[in-house]
């Protein structure tokens, strides 16, 4: 077990003093004016920390600790005002003609192609030359038929105005541009049919671009397979990382059913290829040496399937912390060198790109390691089980607590939502999970052998479609999801210090650190009533085919796998689908407000068989013939109705 004093590891303090560096200097917006002014004081700073650290005076020999902090505090501002003005961008107030390389898979997004694309060189309009440019820009490319479809790696050139998309944080709370731009992209740009081209000259690819490449191959031979949509969207977001063909309805269906992580590419499906290759590698323990011999073959086996899933983020995090464990477990105790790896890990990929700090599955999975770490031993020592039946159960349960417990104040904050079943979800997941991945590897390599890989890929359609099913039902279940449980930022802070200091009692039965969890867990309650005391003046407004709940300035878009929304006694269901159109019941759900949105294209008819409505709502995405055809039908069944297309929302006082 992780020792309680784990704050005393001299890596685990120097990263949280560069987590808080990073995150201080976004607080403060700082940026590339203070770049020289935080240089000097990381100067003066490590300067004093070579004094403090060769003194001989005992008694000033704590300064030397809190220098050396203080010097990794601003290492992380300036890397985040370094990394900020990377990114960071004038581009032209008018349109202009730039030459760029798309350098990811393009996408069809709607009627357009979406593609990142990094810009090479612009046309100065003034003199006629090209001026260097070196940035990424998000771009939406309205198909041309006189031009052959974007590939990862082509070169264009397109004329267009790129900006910084408006931010509507005060709206829906979520800014796109600061979220774009904390991606590494500097702008975005609509480029209309006509005004792009493809150019001969490809680029030469970057070894990113490389990955890529080879995914899209292997998502090519995916499709050779003759699989379902839904079967294959969940194979190739489970195996190689492509989340393109993954439907709202699945997302939302395996939201519900707590196994969302399963869909990307994480430490689980890493440790799922590290167990299947430490079963091949097995035979090797037996020879001198051998362990360390298997340790590094799996860690280079593992690099290369990274390379075959693209290189996201969230595999190189996962990899590195893989590799890490490999080579802390040489230099340190076996019980320090996991806590070791996650720590070295963290320091490793700020210090590379202080921007992962801001990425939501930076923060989950590693504070689900962390949970593990912490947690884990004393859950599954709650339990000492004999039968290896019941034991792999049981560990399989003390793992996703120890995540679930980890990471529950970063998902209430981020998403609102709790999915009650997860355990049972869990325990489903996990064996299919490694039979999908196994078999995906199987049916690859017998790809030279169709009959053997025809009764392999056989054998997966069945164990995909019996996933998806299981947890269909899971998420009709009653309670299935707990929705719109959001907590402000004080609350989350608030939630993980009561669990922090709830497990630092247990390890160690202290009166002070008891007292100090009663504490916060009182101070957190009333932060709950004060707040549903604040929201007696809130609103709840439809827009963007989205439910927001919104007080003063804190506003929190609401999520729901049902997409029905209950928000003290106003219920809303969300209409941006067909799946209505196939749902029955026996009798007609209440609701105050039906949203309809595109995405639907049925009827108000086929709604009032599943809900007695009071209202509907109709949004500004509806085609404008189709909207006129739904007027005409709440007028013939008496039902009133919003036309949002003048105003672009709806608000409803709580």
């Known amino acids: 077990m992780v020792s309680s004093r784990f704050t005393f590891y001299p890596l685990f303090r120097l990263s949280v003093a560069l987590a808080t560096g990073i995150f201080l200097s976004d607080v403060f917006a700082l940026d590339g004016t203070y770049l020289y002014a935080l240089c000097f004081v990381f100067v003066l ?71 990142t694309v990094n810009v090479e060189k612009v046309k100065d309009v003034a003199t ?134 399963i869909l990307a590419l994480s430490g689980l499906h890493i440790g799922i290829l590290s167990m299947i290759l430490s079963w091949l590698f097995y035979p090797l323990r037996r020879v001198c040496g051998g362990k360390w011999i298997a340790s590094f073959l799996i860690v280079g086996l593992l690099w290369g399937f990274a390379f075959l899933f693209g290189l996201s983020p969230s ?60 947690f884990y031993p004393l859950i599954d020592s709650l339990f000492v089980v004999r039968n290896k039946i019941v034991a792999y159960l049981w560990n399989i349960i003390s793992l996703s607590l120890s995540a679930q417990l980890a990471t529950l104040p970063l998902i209430l904050y981020y998403f609102g939502t709790f999915p009650v079943y997860f355990l049972l979800s869990n325990l489903v997941v996990a064996p299919i999970a490694v039979f999908i991945l196994s078999a995906t590897l199987l049916a690859l390599a017998l790809g030279v052998f169709p009959v053997a890989a025809n009764f392999v890929v056989q054998g997966l359609d069945f164990a995909v479609r019996t996933l998806n099913e299981v947890m269909e039902q899971i998420q009709h279940w009653s309670g299935a999801q707990i929705t719109s449980a959001y907590l402000s930022v004080w609350q989350a802070w608030l939630l993980a210090v009561a669990i922090v200091t709830l497990w630092r009692y247990v390890v160690c039965r202290n009166a002070r650190r008891l007292i100090v969890f009663l504490l916060t867990v009182n101070v957190l309650i009333v932060s709950f009533l004060w707040k549903q005391r604040e929201l007696a003046g809130a609103y709840i407004y439809l827009s963007r085919a989205g439910v927001y709940t919104k007080y003063d300035r804190d506003i929190n878009e609401l999520s729901s796998a049902s997409c029905i929304y209950k928000v003290r006694d106003i219920c809303i269901v969300l209409v941006d689908n067909n799946k209505w159109r196939k749902q029955k019941a026996l009798s007609p759900l209440h609701v105050d407000y039906a949203y309809i949105c595109r995405g639907f294209y049925g009827s108000v008819a086929d709604l009032k068989r599943l809900f007695q409505i009071k209202q509907v709502v109709l949004d500004t995405s509806l085609e404008d013939s189709y909207r006129e055809k739904l007027k005409r039908e709440c007028e013939i069944y008496g039902l009133n109705y919003i036309d949002m297309s003048e105003k672009g929302s709806y608000a409803i006082l709580l």
């Open 315 to 374: 595999v190189i995090r996962a990899v590195t912390m893989f590799s890490a464990y490999v080579v802390a477990s040489i230099f340190s105790e076996d019980r320090f060198s996991g806590f070791s790896a996650l720590t070295l890990t963290a320091f490793i990929m700020l210090i590379y790109q202080p921007m992962y700090l801001f990425d939501v599955g930076f923060q989950l999975s590693f504070m689900a390691v962390l949970g593990i770490f912490l």
């Open 128 to 261: 006629g030359s090209w001026k260097p440019v070196n940035k990424q820009v998000l771009l939406y490319c309205m198909p041309d038929s006189m031009q052959p479809p974007l590939q990862c790696g082509d070169r264009m050139c397109f004329r267009a105005h790129v900006g910084i998309p408006m931010s509507d944080a005060d709206f829906t709370g979520f800014d796109y541009g600061q979220y774009l731009q904390r991606q590494g992209i500097s702008g975005t740009a609509i480029v209309y049919s006509g005004y792009w081209r493809k150019l001969l000259q490809p680029s030469t690819p970057t070894f990113k671009m490389q990955a890529l490449m080879l995914r899209e191959q292997i998502v090519k031979k995916f499709r050779t397979w003759n699989l379902e949509d839904d079967v294959l969207a969940i194979i190739s977001a489970l195996t190689v990382g492509d989340k393109s063909k993954l439907t709202r309805e699945i997302k939302a269906t395996y939201n519900a059913a707590g196994v969302s992580h």
């Open 45 to 115: 700073s490590v300067l004093l920390s070579s004094i403090f650290y060769f003194s001989k005076t005992y008694r000033i020999r704590f300064l030397f600790g809190i220098s050396v902090s203080l010097s990794f505090l601003l290492l992380g501002g300036i890397l985040f005002v370094i990394s900020l003005e990377n990114i960071h961008h004038e581009w032209d107030s008018d349109k202009a003609v730039y030459v760029a390389f798309v350098c990811d898979i393009p996408r069809v997004k709607g009627k357009t192609i979406q593609a």
